[in-house]
């Protein structure tokens, strides 16, 4: 059975450095096509994709937020980790990690429940 | 980066209805897309991948179409459980991108 968990600060301050937990199981990041992707949506809007590890440790990120995101994996702990820095108010959002499996063709067919985070003084 | 452009945003419709939403992309992602429900409080749920085909354990109500920048999903006999919001996205080799959502609401 596949699951993802999303972990950390629900409550941030502004210019603060933002990390947060994926934990899952049920999969190995270690197979080849898998990969982990962290997903955000403020309250009321859309999705928007953040960045990507693979299998192999490569990692991609969004254009506009590449400067302040860094991921990372810890296949020993089945983790994988995401900061974000110089945190603002509009980076309030609920947090998603997502899984994307060789077969998913570039979509994401499990998520975690979500972590909400607000950034506020 | 693409841009993925959902229409309409908002939807009225009656249980039994036949619902289409459609997505265009700012160029052509081949079949890269995917769509997905989300309600309120949880995480999407994937529903269609590369533009057609069908997640394990979506029912068959729920079909999508297209190619290229013109994409298609269809509820075919609109359900209570369906209303909802539904979001499609490209996957283009490096990156992401959502479309805005169309939330599907009883008329």
């Known amino acids: 059975q596949v699951t993802l968990k999303e972990s950390g600060p629900a409550l941030v301050k502004p210019t603060q450095t933002l990390t947060l937990t994926c934990t899952f199981s049920?999969?190995?990041?270690?197979?080849?096509?898998?990969?982990m992707s962290w997903i955000r949506q403020p309250p009321g809007k859309a999705l928007e994709w953040l960045a990507r590890?693979?299998?192999?440790?490569?990692?991609f990120y969004s254009t506009s937020l590449k400067t302040r995101l860094t991921i990372s994996k810890d296949t020993s702990k089945d983790q994988v980790v995401l900061t974000m820095t110089n945190m603002d108010p509009l980076d309030t959002a609920t947090y998603y990690c997502?899984?994307?499996?060789?077969?998913?063709?570039?979509?994401?067919?499990?998520w975690g429940q979500g972590t909400l985070v607000t950034v506020s003084s | 980066d693409i841009q993925m452009t959902q229409s309409p945003s908002t939807l009225s419709a009656s249980v039994g209805d036949r619902v289409t939403i459609t997505c265009r992309a700012s160029q052509s992602i081949s079949s890269w897309l995917a769509w997905y429900q989300q309600k309120p409080g949880k995480a999407p749920k994937l529903l269609i991948y590369?533009?057609?085909s069908l997640e394990n354990g979506v029912p068959s109500r729920f079909s999508g179409s297209g190619s290229g920048t013109q994409f298609t999903l269809t509820i075919s006999s609109l359900q209570p459980d369906d209303f909802a919001t539904y979001y499609c996205?490209?996957?283009?080799?490096?990156?992401?991108?959502f479309g805005g959502g169309t939330k599907v609401e009883i008329k």
């Open positions: 590369k533009a057609s």
């Open positions: 996205q490209q996957y283009n080799s490096f990156s992401v991108t």
């Open positions: 590890i693979d299998w192999d440790d490569d990692k």
């Open positions: 049920g999969f190995s990041l270690f197979t080849s096509g898998m990969r």
């Open positions: 997502a899984r994307t499996s060789l077969g998913a063709a570039g979509s994401f067919d499990y």
